[in-house]
């Protein structure tokens, strides 16, 4: 099946959507630094990028038309700096918002189906209706803007023509949802907005996948019997012993279904810490420390028996002192990149492009490898079933 992958950035999305089976058959992204890893991991004939046709520009600039055949899959991670937390909420006011694009994407390619995700920040109440005019477009993506017509009348134009009942020309039926990466096996509590849409000629009947893994099941492997630490070879005088934590376990009657979440431990365990054994560490691609890390109030870090805390992008993390693990000591330190890219769940083979603070934006702003393929893998299948 084809795809598109617009704002591919470092390629969390993109690898996921490549591992669920998609051939990608134009890959865009403006950030040079980001076009260079991937680059890099191409020369490096990494599986999952290594036939990428990569071009480095302004997705505004791109020529969709360009591309021949029909397309079965169009995805994308449009700039999210416009409705980020850390970000001036400036949104459909800021030019670096790149939704436009993406609906143009739409309406151009005509996919029989699309998959966009952004930060769980544009679903906050002061973007509600900025959202549904996200929704609107997407749904109805021919209705475009009349020149120099306010957002606001754009938007009520759709509502008048949804409302109608009767609907001509190209037509998506869409659903979005707010996950939380953790609950798909991914060692970090990130949670990220996704709007899924079928073209509605298609038939598909479509649900967001279902949690695989849960806190409960973690709290019982910690607290019930114990094999989170026995598979770890933690001491008992070592274990953690959160009265909270324990208290919530011994309500359960029995053992929860699904996976326990992922922790830091379960992520990284078998990499040398870089501070404390830095010779041996250094035989690992991306893995060395970065100095500098401290903790204080409302900063202080990822516990290590815990998923992760929401890898930012930036030196220090927004609003800052985060992207560090703290270990069962207290004390704290930067993850490496090539921990930050096992919280994200790339690929171990995956090289980044760039200094550890240039890596850590490319980490940062990147969807969770995991997370896009569990997303894309139900996608497809709903497409295969209504071919």
């Keep these: 099946m084809k795809s598109v992958e617009l704002f591919v950035g470092a390629g969390g999305l993109g690898i996921g959507v490549s591992q669920a089976g998609f051939n990608p058959i134009a890959v865009v992204d403006w950030d040079r630094w980001a076009c260079d890893t991937i680059r890099q991991n191409k020369d490096r004939g990494l599986a999952a990028m290594k036939d990428w046709p990569l071009t480095e520009g302004d997705v505004s600039l791109f020529d969709f038309k360009g591309l021949s055949g029909p397309v079965d899959l169009v995805t994308g991670g449009p700039p999210c700096q416009p409705f980020s937390l850390g970000g001036q909420h400036q949104a459909f006011l800021d030019k670096r918002d790149m939704f436009p694009q993406a609906i143009r994407s739409v309406r151009e390619l005509k996919p029989r189906s699309f998959i966009f995700e952004n930060v769980k920040g544009l679903t906050r109440s002061a973007f509600s209706n900025y959202l549904e005019y996200i929704r609107l477009q997407l ?63 298609t038939g598909v009947e479509w649900h967001f996948p279902a949690a695989t893994h849960s806190q409960d099941a973690l709290l019982w492997s910690k607290y019930r019997d114990g094999f989170y630490w026995d598979k770890h070879r933690i001491a008992k005088k070592d274990r953690s012993t959160s009265c909270r934590s324990a ?53 202080t870090g990822s ?37 930050s890219a096992r919280l994200q769940t790339f690929p171990d083979k995956m090289v980044f492009h760039g200094s550890w603070t240039e890596a850590m934006r490319q980490l940062g702003n990147a969807v969770p490898c995991q997370l896009g393929a569990a997303v894309a893998i139900q996608v497809r299948s709903c497409l295969i079933q209504n071919a």
């Design 139 to 201: 749904r109805h993506p021919d209705m475009v803007a009349r020149k120099e017509e306010p957002w606001l009348d754009h938007l009520a134009r759709l509502e008048d023509y949804e409302t109608k009942g009767r609907h001509d020309g190209l037509l998506y039926n869409v659903v979005m949802r707010v996950l939380n990466a953790a609950n798909y096996g991914v060692p970090q509590k990130r949670e990220r907005v996704f709007i899924v849409g079928f073209r509605a000629d």
């Design 247 to 299: 208290a919530r376990a011994g309500r359960f009657q029995e053992m929860p279904t699904g996976e326990p979440w992922q922790t830091v431990r379960d992520a990284i365990t078998d990499l040398p810490d870089p501070e404390l054994c830095p010779g041996v560490a250094s035989r690992y691609h991306d893995h060395k420390l970065q100095p500098g890390a401290r903790s204080y109030q409302g900063h």
């Design 303 to 339: 516990p290590l028996d815990e998923p992760a805390k929401t890898l930012k992008a930036g030196v220090h993390g927004v609003p800052g002192g985060e992207n560090m693990l703290r270990r069962a000591d207290g004390s704290v330190r930067y993850f490496s990149v090539r921990e």
